[in-house]
T-cell receptor, first 113, second 116 residues
Framework: DQQVKQNSPSLSVQEGRISILNCDYT??????FLWYKKYPAEGPTFLIS?????DKNEDGRFTVFLNKSAKHLSLHIVPSQPGDSAVYFC????????????FGKGTKLTVNP | DVKVTQSSRYLVKRTGEKVFLECVQD?????MFWYRQDPGLGLRLIYF???????EKGDIPEGYSVSREKKERFSLILESASTNQTSMYLC???????????????FGPGTRLTVL
């Protein structure tokens, strides 16, 4: 049973436009959410996180939105750059931290010049 | 700067061999994790450890074991490698939650294991 779902395996966007990556979860106990970015042949790197007490968190070009009632979060990248091309993983935790993360299957983002 | 290192980037082994994957972190983190990443399946947790000599099974522990003799080192062992264990193996570490919701797991570069 998949508790964290990224329903789009891939997304293609033009440089300069907005990229929106979506993530849905089923476990109402999740209270901390993270996005990771992964380039081929490298380990995932942390991008941005949000706790359930917030509905938005921004860091430069990256914004994560959380809709608790819909059990949905999204990552917005504005403006998108070719260097953003990577696989993005959504992760969730029910323990207020990163001790036990449940990952989605990932969305491959391609930003075309 | 945070650093998680893994002993090999690429490894080729034969079916039935015993395989050791080593992971070392220099951040004095209590928690360490082993995942495997497969196309279309995302990251799946194999084992994790909250402290030295402690280990807990993740979602897919079958065919694997782990060892944590020192805080900075967490080893993944494939007792008898099989072709379905061909995968990218990722090690990660983290601190216990500090209540500020800023925690994250830090990942190593991964080991691409091929079992022939």
């Amino acid at each position: 049973d998949q508790q964290v779902k990224q329903n789009s395996p891939s997304l293609s966007v033009q440089e300069g436009r907005i990229s929106i990556l979506n993530c849905d979860y089923t476990n109402s106990m999740f209270d901390y959410f993270l996005w990771y970015k992964k380039y081929p042949a490298e380990g995932p790197t942390f991008l941005i996180s949000i706790s359930s007490i917030k509905d938005k968190n921004e860091d430069g070009r990256f914004t994560v939105f959380l809709n608790k009632s819909a059990k949905h979060l999204s990552l917005h990248i504005v403006p998108s750059q070719p260097g953003d091309s990577a696989v993005y993983f959504c992760a969730a935790s029910a323990e207020g931290g990163s001790e036990k993360l449940v990952f989605g299957k990932g969305t491959k983002l391609t930003v075309n010049p | 700067d945070v650093k998680v290192t893994q002993s090999s980037r690429y490894l080729v082994k034969r079916t039935g061999e015993k395989v050791f994957l080593e992971c070392v972190q220099d951040m004095d983190h209590e928690n360490m994790f082993w995942y495997r990443q497969d196309p279309g399946l995302g990251l799946r947790l194999i084992y994790f450890s909250y402290d030295v000599k402690m280990k807990e099974k993740g979602d897919i522990p079958e065919g694997y074991s782990v060892s944590r003799e020192k805080k900075e080192r967490f080893s993944l062992i494939l007792e008898s490698a099989s072709t379905n264990q061909t995968s990218m193996y990722l090690c990660a570490s983290s601190s216990p939650p500090g209540g500020s919701y800023t925690d994250t797991q830090y990942f190593g570069p991964g080991t691409r294991l091929t079992v022939l």
